[in-house]
DNA sequence: TCAAAAGTGTTCAGGGTACACCCATGG
DNA sequence: CCATGGGTGTACCCTGAACACTTTTGA
């Protein structure tokens, strides 16, 4: 190692995952309770630490396998938390990744083991440390890109209803839209399309279900909602 | 220091900065000449390393000041560079920022000094490490920004000529605009004020001198370009 | 007198928004 | 038979886009 490197300190890397699921409609956040200090007891995003020869990005996506078990999820980063004091027990600087996941399909028994539950978004308990920060930039960034990316879909079924897809984009957004324009919208948009089956559980007289095909996006990737 | 941490390894954090300015017109970003391995002779953003007791933010700003004199300047993490190889000298996780700054301010010594120079972003020679990407990343976040907050005049003297702010715009979303479109748009604020001074030196006839009213624009932060 | 940049309005089309009622079904 | 969510069309407005000529003045 040269000089130039070996003078400066060097730091513990955390990776804080903040995990998107529908949870029975609610946009939720897999949170889990400290089993530790620092600030055991209060609630806090499933996190990790950064391995030597692993990247950063590789230790977010491990992070969320070791706690869902499912791989190739929808991932962003949200952005680099670096106050000193941000960990009352040691300096760690920290990369907060956001990703969603298909509720049907995450291994339950993983989530179990790490004391993990689904905590919806409008009922979020005390956090530990910045974690609140992270969770907001990555609303906001989740929130400028579910109108023109199709990044919703990674949270619903394969099938869906248009009012679960209408009722996700208000939630993400914050706000509720005309249920006729936004359909107008949808059937504007080649990539989502209608099946032949219905949804039955959620009305009496059933809603068609709809499923986003990728390979037409990636064709003419428009999108806009 | 508690088990739960210290099985961990621990990285040099390194801060890169993308420092925009508007040599002659022209968008360009600092850049220097590196003076040691790894990769002596390519061209390198401004970059440093995180010290104890600072926080990641305040590194970036350390290395504007050092490099620049300038505080208090518009910055924006543009995020966590982490492949394990992106710096073949030694393991370094990077935080990339960019920052804008007013071409008339800036200390001419201290960038003699630290070998840096202007290089238009239509002219960008081979980077060393990853730094394409950061500044790719960059632009775009700035793309993105600059229609609906008002960042554009961090680049610009105190008081800019409608043409002058229009190019600049032009040059960072990639687009040319309609001058009447553009004008209208900017009557339309009343944080963009128009001077009775006179700018004689683009033209024979003359340009309005305006300026950004910031208190105006905090009263009501509504912006559209 | 001419070159070079500054400055100025109108028209049109398309997208976005607002809005209310009937349908199908299970209980 | 009724409660519940599913599904559908139109009219209007307004924003955004296109577009060309006159003015000023230093050289």
New interface residues.
């Given amino acids: 190692?040269?000089e130039?490197?070996k003078n400066?300190?060097?730091?513990?890397?955390g990776v804080d995952c903040i995990i998107f699921g529908l949870n029975k409609g609610e946009l939720s956040i897999l949170l889990a309770k400290r089993q530790?200090?620092p600030e055991k007891g209060k609630w806090s995003l499933m996190g990790g630490?950064?391995?030597?020869?692993?990247?950063?990005?590789d230790?977010a996506k491990r992070v969320l396998v070791e706690l869902t078990g499912l791989e190739n999820v929808y991932m962003e980063?949200v952005?680099?938390f670096?106050?000193?004091d941000r960990d009352p027990?040691?300096?760690?600087?920290s990369?907060a990744y956001y990703a969603l996941i298909n509720f049907d399909e995450y291994d339950r028994l993983r989530v179990m083991e790490h004391n993990a539950q689904w905590i919806s978004i409008n009922d979020m308990p005390p956090l530990s440390f910045d974690h609140p920060q992270m969770i907001a930039k990555a609303r906001e960034l989740m929130r400028?890109k579910v109108s023109h990316e199709p990044i919703g879909f990674n949270l619903l079924p394969k099938l869906f209803t248009l009012t679960q897809l209408q009722s996700l984009h208000e939630t993400i957004l914050g706000e509720t839209v005309d249920k006729r324009n936004f359909r107008k919208r949808i059937s504007d948009m080649d990539c989502i399309e209608k099946t032949d089956q219905i949804d039955k559980t959620g009305s009496r007289r059933g809603a068609a279900l709809y499923k986003f095909n990728d390979r037409i996006y990636k064709r003419d990737p428009k999108f806009k909602i």
Same sequence: chains 1, 2.
Avoid at 8 to 13: G, K, S, V
Avoid at 49 to 57: C, R
């Fill in positions: 190692m040269t130039f490197y400066n300190p060097r730091f513990f890397i530790f200090e630490f950064v391995k030597d020869g692993e990247s950063v990005d230790a980063q952005g680099a670096g106050e000193v027990g040691e300096r760690v600087v990369v400028q």
